[in-house]
Structure formats: C-alpha cells, structure tokens
C-alpha cells in the first residue's frame, strides 16, 4: 500500500449504532488530520494530531471520537450519530513544520462515504 | 483567522478553451496559498502552491496560478483544458509559521469540460 488509505470506503450506520473509520498513511509522516466534507461547505478540519498528540481540536461534538495509537495510524470512533452527520470524512497525513522546517503538501486519502439513517 | 471566496461553484468551459478559477483570501498574518483538485470518488490531490519568491507557479499539468497580495487573490488559469481536467478545484490558505498545518479551504469550483 502506498500513500494515504482509509476503510471502509462506504458505511452506512443507524444512529445508535457504534462504528470506526481507520486511516493508515505509508509516507512517513508524523502529522494527521480527519476532515469532514459536506456538499457546498468548505472543508472542516475535526483533528489534527501532529507527533503523536492531539494538537486542535475544532468543537467538533463528543459523538466523534479520534484516536492516535502510532504516527501511522489515525481512527475515528462514531457513536449515536445524526442524519446531519452524512457527509464524505477524508483524512490526510503531513510532516509537520517542525521537523520539516518547510510547509510539506498534506496528503489525502480517498475518504470515507458515511450515510446516517 | 482566515477565509477564503471561491465565487464560482461551476464553471461550465469546452474542450481546448481558456479557463480562469477565482480565489480570493482574508488574513491578518502571512499565508501560504494552494489549489487542491478532487477527481470524482478521491481525496483531494494537491495541485499547486505558493510558498515565497516567484509569484507565479505552475504544475506540471498546465495549470498556473498568480500571487497578487494587493488584491489577496490567487487565481488558477490554464490556457487550454482538456476533459480530464473535470474535477473539483479548491483553493486553500494556511498560516506561516505553525507547526502543523492548519488548511483553510474554500467551497470548492466545479470545472464541468465539455466536448
């Protein structure tokens, strides 16, 4: 595997359900992010996880949970969703500035489709 | 804090004709600017960027974008688009000086090629 790889592709859940997204980057990185994208809004960052500590945290609400386990690694734990919550969650990797010493590209995965019933 | 103004959700555009995608910034500090595509059922890919020095930069699939701090823009333009460039184009700015990297993006242009 190369690059930035997220399962499932697709999910769909009913909002009492329980689920996680996982995220796993082969690049070397040591900076993390979950994004959520929803038809005409901006990108939001949710998390940013960057040296192995979660570093921002943007008033996402309790209902997504991230987790860090290692540098590579990057889940994001669900629980009792709402409809509203549908959306295209994609993650990406960087290095961070300080350890690169220059703004690096992130890289993004090919997301996660989540549809909440 | 930043934003950034993608004015256009669509632009509509035939085979082998010029296009220009706006991108307008707000920011009280220096930024870093890009243009992130997203082909359909990906992740965003990143296109161009703009750290210092020239401020005109290319890609290596003809697109190119100019810096202009005076009107905070930075508009991407390629001077003949071909149907593979349908996609999303966003725009995105993030802070100088930060250690990880916080992106701002826009809502994103649809760039619909036709034949």
């Known amino acids: 595997e190369t690059g930035v790889t997220q399962t499932p592709r697709h999910l769909v859940m009913g909002m009492t359900n329980k689920k996680s997204l996982k995220c796993e980057q082969h690049?070397?990185?040591?900076?993390m992010y979950w994004y959520k994208q929803s038809a005409k809004k901006p990108l939001e960052l949710m998390f940013v996880?960057?040296?192995?500590?979660?570093?921002e945290n943007n008033s996402v609400p309790s209902r997504f949970s991230p987790e860090c386990p290692n540098s590579s690694h990057l889940f994001l734990h669900l629980h009792t969703l709402q409809p509203e919550d549908s959306a295209l969650y994609l993650c990406?990797?960087?290095?961070?500035?300080?350890?690169?010493?220059?703004?690096?590209?992130?890289?993004f995965g090919p997301g996660t489709r989540l549809t909440v019933l | 804090a930043q934003s950034v103004t993608q004015l256009d959700s669509q632009v509509p555009v035939f085979e082998e004709a010029p296009v220009e995608l706006r991108c307008n910034y707000s920011?009280?500090?220096?930024?870093?600017l890009f243009w992130y595509v997203q082909y359909p059922n990906q992740g965003l890919q990143l296109l161009l960027k703009y750290l210092s020095g020239s401020t005109l930069v290319e890609s290596i699939n003809g697109f190119e974008a100019e810096f202009n701090k005076s009107q905070t823009s930075f508009h991407l333009r390629k001077p003949s688009v071909h149907i593979s460039d349908t996609a999303e184009y966003f725009c995105?700015?993030?802070?100088?000086?930060?250690?990880?990297?916080?992106?701002?993006f826009g809502t994103g242009t649809r760039l619909l090629v036709s034949p």
């Open positions: 920011s009280s500090v220096s930024v870093y």
């Open positions: 690049l070397g990185h040591n900076a």
């Open positions: 990406a990797s960087s290095q961070d500035l300080r350890t690169s010493g220059r703004p690096d590209e992130q890289f």
């Open positions: 995105a700015v993030s802070q100088r000086n930060t250690g990880f990297q916080k992106l701002v």
């Open positions: 996880y960057s040296l192995e500590e979660r570093v």
